[in-house]
């Protein structure tokens, strides 16, 4: 069979997992790489898209989410919580119904797509907003699951980055390599911890014979790791980075120095210009936050700091179809024609 078995079957001898471990998975990893034509062209480099919206709920937290799940069923969890500015709460979601667990998910009011809303409310898990941001919901989820018989799966929960590390493992074996820079937005800052121990673990059995630089871009409105201090009331429309206080930071900070990369800002209106950018031109429609990266390669390169010939790795972490709103906004309307060849012709401009 061909069929890809989910990052558990995949890589199991690279995971903590034994035979008795339940698992629990929907199939995800194993998503495409895709050379990026307009990206290659712009920094005279190789650049590949990591496309991590393919994945069954829509974001790399499926790969996080498979080992949270299936360790936590291991343990004989009931229950498991997260705290989520969108994509953690609709993974876990789905997962928890996988193992027949009950979800209750904590999202900052009014802040979280109404897509992933919908899958956190079609899944059937408990949904609280809670009023503050991401920060406090990470320290009320953290709280609960101190106290309650209730199992945290945010990426504190160490197997979570057990999981997301395997996006590293594939990005080699589908290059031969590993590149000369990965580039990544960073948020809680667990996606850019899980790439760069992937990264290390397999250089350190030989799979690669080198680690990447590691490049993370945090939105300009919540740039805790840039500033050197968390930031109160983070503010970007890249509603998945909107955190203050990265629960992963000194992790990131490792990452970045242990490599010879950087942790740098990028707008909302250079994350926006890069969200259009990949629609438009590379056929790959992404969250605003998963722009991020790519905003951040774009920026460096215009600054004369991407030396040509490398070949670079962007993730591009969750689906565009999260929140199209975004798509819709600024773009003209459709416009309304009768059932009428010549009409409609005359339209798109054929007549
Ligand atoms: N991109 C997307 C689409 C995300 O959903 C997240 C995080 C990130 C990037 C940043 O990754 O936190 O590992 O640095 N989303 C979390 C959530 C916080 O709740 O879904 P990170």
């Excluded at 001898?13 to 929907?26: G, I, K, N, Q, W």
């Excluded at 819709?328 to 416009?335: E, K, L, T």
């Amino acid at each position: 069979t061909h069929q890809w078995r989910g990052i558990i079957e995949e890589y199991r001898d690279r995971l903590p997992v034994t035979a008795e471990t339940p698992v629990v998975t929907l199939l995800e990893g194993g998503t495409p790489l895709v050379p990026a034509q307009l990206l290659s062209e712009r920094t005279g480099c190789d650049v590949y898209l990591k496309v991590e919206g393919a994945n069954p709920t829509g974001s790399f937290k499926d790969r996080g989410m498979t080992m949270a799940i299936s360790k936590a069923k291991e343990a004989g969890a009931q229950a498991v919580i997260c705290a989520s500015t969108g994509n953690t709460s609709a993974s876990a979601a789905a997962y928890a119904v996988r193992a027949g667990m009950v979800c209750a998910v904590l999202v900052p009011q009014g802040k979280i797509a109404l897509g992933k809303m919908g899958q956190a409310l079609v899944h059937g898990s408990r949904i609280l907003q809670v009023d503050g941001n991401f920060d406090d919901c990470l320290d009320l989820a953290r709280g609960l699951s101190e106290k309650y018989p209730v199992a945290l799966v945010n990426s504190v929960n160490p197997v979570r980055i057990e999981g997301q590390k395997t996006a590293a493992f594939e990005i080699v074996d589908a290059l031969g390599d590993a590149p000369d820079i990965h580039v990544l937005p960073v948020g809680n800052a667990g996606n850019i911890t899980a790439y760069w121990k992937g990264y290390r673990e397999y250089a350190a059995d030989g799979m690669s014979t080198r680690t990447p630089r590691m490049w993370g871009f945090q939105a300009a409105g919540s740039a805790p790791i840039v500033t050197g201090a968390p930031v109160r009331d983070p503010q970007t429309i890249a509603t998945a980075i909107r955190i203050g206080n990265p629960a992963s930071w000194k992790f990131a900070e490792a990452a970045r120095d242990e490599s010879g990369g950087l942790i740098e800002a990028v707008t909302d209106r250079q994350i926006l210009s890069a969200y259009r950018l990949l629609a438009a031109r590379e056929g790959v429609f992404v969250e605003p936050a998963s722009a991020a990266s790519v905003a951040g390669l774009l920026k460096a390169a215009e600054e004369g700091r991407v030396d040509p010939g490398q070949r670079i790795v962007c993730t591009v972490t969750g689906n565009g179809l999260k929140d199209p709103d975004w798509a819709v906004a600024g773009a003209p309307q459709p416009i309304t024609v009768p059932v009428d060849a010549d009409a409609a012709a005359e339209r798109l401009g054929l007549a």
